[in-house]
């Protein structure tokens, strides 16, 4: 188990450090002073390039983070993270959402005994997941592909269909149901033919109450129209194939207890994407996701990309006490991009626990929060640029446009340049409404091309980088206890709705579950 970062000797260090030196650092003086700092902060990674350099820090804060994660053990809980060792300790898992985009036959060191057979699994579904998205491409009839799942079981699928908008299929069209609310269903189904859909009913568990309430009406509707072969209309994605073949559906495709919801869109829960995109698209995205791995995993702590991140996200969130995180996404396509990250982030590291059960002294994850720019810029930039707050600003830029419309992406990649330009340099005015006070933090990540290959490598950084913090905060980032006693209260509460009976429920709830049961007087 890895050191927690607040019992480690470094972390009184880096206290000091903050209250000496780096509370005040300005970064306009540390370019004045370093003009090595742009090549310094800079960092490639496979299919990414990040600027660090205006951020809130310098050499000498990265080297005490360094050697923060040296003590504290992150190359090895990393390395036994990749070996498969089960270090989902509250659920007694491995952790291998890197197994599934592992060349087959690929050996690491360290490797636990089962991950040969783990790895051959893992090629197995995928040719088979793969070689039946070729045949839903190659059918004209099925014009319609509903994914119906939630959470980890949409929003990766969701984000990256519409991310690799320019790579999909002509002819056919992607639909996601993730909520419970009917209104998404029924518009969704509104538009749809039984015999031109297929429906992927995506659940890790299958137990998911949404999922299995929506998977049941499209059942049902699909019986309605006159719908009859399930077995082509209705697949499964899945680890629980029982549950599937119990609700009738019986092609599936499978998945194991050691991919993670959130982690999962590598495994067949990928399934829309690789319909969008084809088998080649598929395997391009599980490359760029292992050349990111492999980034991870072997470059030295000081020039590996997901290792400064993480550690600059501990350092804003412990030092600084930055609550927030702005992610926007210079690229019309990546519009579920920051609600991806959010899932990823706030449900792997929103925890107060360290993973022997003691509360942490420190807090952890920052909320994420976002929209594609330009249109936070009209939004709410204001906050960034003059708010009382300091809010760092997280951009990712494609460098190269898909569309051919001129000047376009130009401006575009202006703007983004501008605000993290405007952000630090700040503009002095008497007026204090006309003040920009400056020294705001941002961070840009610019992709060549948005391609199955490059998308792939951000979202592995993103998972890794969420690793390095969640592993320094000494937290289990593979669990997700704290979704369950909502989900509980919700069955009693749909129970209490016919009877009416509200004894021991709270003022509150009780008097909310009476006005919800009855219409109001008249
Ligand atoms: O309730 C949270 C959660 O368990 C997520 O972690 C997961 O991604 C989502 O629900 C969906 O779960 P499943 O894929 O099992 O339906």
Not at 86 to 109: D, F, S, Y
Not at 358 to 363: A, D, G, I, W
Not at 398 to 409: M, N, W, Y
Request: glycine fraction near 10%; charge should be negative; charged fraction near 15%.
């Amino acid at each position: 188990m890895p050191l927690r970062c607040d019992q480690s000797a470094l972390w009184p260090q880096l206290a000091a450090h903050y209250s000496s030196h780096g509370q005040y650092l300005d970064m306009r003086q540390a370019f004045a002073q370093d003009a090595q700092r742009f090549a310094g902060f800079s960092q490639s990674a496979p299919h990414v390039f990040a600027d660090l350099s205006k951020n809130l820090w310098d050499r000498d804060t990265e080297a005490l983070l360094l050697d923060l994660a040296r003590d504290c053990g992150l190359a090895q809980h990393r390395d036994a993270m990749f070996a498969g060792e089960a270090i989902n300790t509250t659920e007694n898992r491995a952790v291998l959402h890197t197994l599934l985009r592992r060349p087959a036959g690929l050996v690491l060191p360290g490797d636990v005994p089962e991950t040969a057979q783990r790895l051959a699994g893992v090629h197995h579904t995928l040719d088979a997941m793969l070689q039946y998205a070729e045949q839903v491409r190659s059918d004209a009839a099925i014009t319609d592909v509903v994914n119906i799942g939630i959470g980890g079981s949409d929003l990766g699928p969701h984000m990256a269909v519409r991310a690799l908008e320019e790579f999909r299929i002509p002819g056919k069209r992607f639909h996601f149901v993730s909520n419970v609310d009917g209104h998404e269903l029924h518009h969704v189904l509104q538009g749809l033919r039984p015999e031109s859909t297929l429906f992927l009913v995506a659940s890790k568990t299958f137990t998911t109450a949404e999922t299995m309430m929506n998977a049941h009406s499209a059942l049902t509707w699909f019986a309605a129209q006159g719908g009859r072969d399930v077995a082509r209309h209705f697949a499964a994605l899945t680890t629980n194939i029982e549950a599937a073949g119990a609700m009738g559906i019986t092609t599936t495709f499978g998945f194991w207890d050691w991919v993670g919801g959130r982690y999962s869109l590598w495994s067949a829960i990928g399934l829309p994407i690789a319909i969008a995109i084809g088998a080649q698209g598929f395997r391009d995205f599980l490359a760029g996701a292992h050349a990111m791995d492999e980034h991870f995993r072997t470059a030295p702590l000081a020039q590996n990309l997901p290792v400064r991140l993480g550690l600059l996200d501990v350092w804003y969130r412990n030092f600084h006490g930055f609550t927030s995180r702005c992610i926007a996404p210079y690229h019309a396509a990546l519009g579920r991009y920051s609600a991806y990250l959010q899932q990823l982030e706030m449900e792997s590291n929103g925890k107060r626990v360290a993973q022997d059960g003691s509360l942490l002294t420190c807090v952890t994850s920052p909320v994420l929060w976002g929209e594609p720019g330009t249109n936070g810029q009209h939004a709410f930039f204001q906050m960034l640029h003059q708010g009382a707050d300091v809010l760092p600003l997280e951009i990712v830029a494609v460098r190269k446009a898909s569309h051919p419309l001129p000047g376009h992406q130009q401006k575009l990649l202006a703007n983004a340049l501008a605000q993290t330009q405007a952000l630090m340099v700040g503009k002095a005015s008497d007026d204090g409404h006309r003040h920009f006070p400056g020294n705001r933090p941002s961070t840009l990540m610019l992709l060549e091309a948005l391609t199955p290959a490059s998308l792939g490598a951000l979202i592995a950084l993103q998972e890794h980088r969420v690793f390095v913090s969640g592993s320094l905060w000494g937290i289990n980032s593979f669990d997700q206890w704290g979704v369950e006693l909502g989900k509980v209260l919700a069955r009693d509460l749909e129970a209490r709705w016919d009877s009416g009976d509200v004894t021991g429920l709270d003022g509150s709830t009780a008097g909310l579950l009476q006005r919800l049961r009855a219409a109001p007087a008249a």
